[in-house]
């Protein structure tokens, strides 16, 4: 994907604050090698603090030049099976970019359904506002 077509990171993020978001001591952070190199990475957190804790929420990153080859798939379901794991009942994406078809598809096919749309929620590098979508999937089913 382009810079600024799937993360509402600030575009002048510096590495320091990205890895400190990354690596923050409430976050499970996880890597995908490949011959010894780093080809994809998430995270598992909380959605919301306190009673809201029950329910995961999570972020992949794929090099682009690892794109098209199952990893954030792969990623994606090591990622329900550590979420069940670590004890949340259900996974919430926040904010998926509605143009960002792979990872909507992505998510539909591991069980995520789209809850809610949030008209001209994500300020596209190229295609300016666009909307973006709450996805939700239980954990309770295996």
Do not use: C
């Given at each position: 994907?382009?810079?600024g077509d799937t993360y509402a990171f600030p575009a002048d993020m510096n590495r320091?604050?990205?890895?400190?978001?990354?690596m923050a001591p409430t976050v499970h952070t996880y890597v995908?090698?490949?011959?010894?190199?780093?080809?994809?990475?998430?995270?598992?957190?909380?959605n919301q603090p306190g009673r809201?804790?029950?329910?995961?929420?999570?972020?992949?990153?794929?090099?682009p030049s690892a794109?098209?080859?199952g990893i954030g798939r792969r990623?994606?379901?090591h990622c329900l099976s550590e979420a069940r794991r670590l004890g949340f009942r259900a996974m919430q994406f926040n904010l998926v970019v509605a143009t960002n078809e792979p990872a909507v598809a992505l998510w539909k096919k591991l069980g995520f359904e789209i809850i809610g749309t949030?008209?001209?929620?994500?300020?596209?590098?190229?295609?300016g506002f666009v909307d973006a979508y709450v996805m939700y999937r239980s954990l309770d089913d295996a």
């Open positions: 994907m382009e810079p320091q604050s990205a890895l400190a978001m990354w995908a090698l490949e011959n010894d190199s780093i080809v994809g990475t998430y995270l598992i957190k909380a809201g804790s029950h329910v995961s929420n999570a972020a992949f990153m794929v090099s794109q098209g080859r990623m994606g379901e949030v008209p001209s929620a994500f300020n596209h590098g190229k295609l």
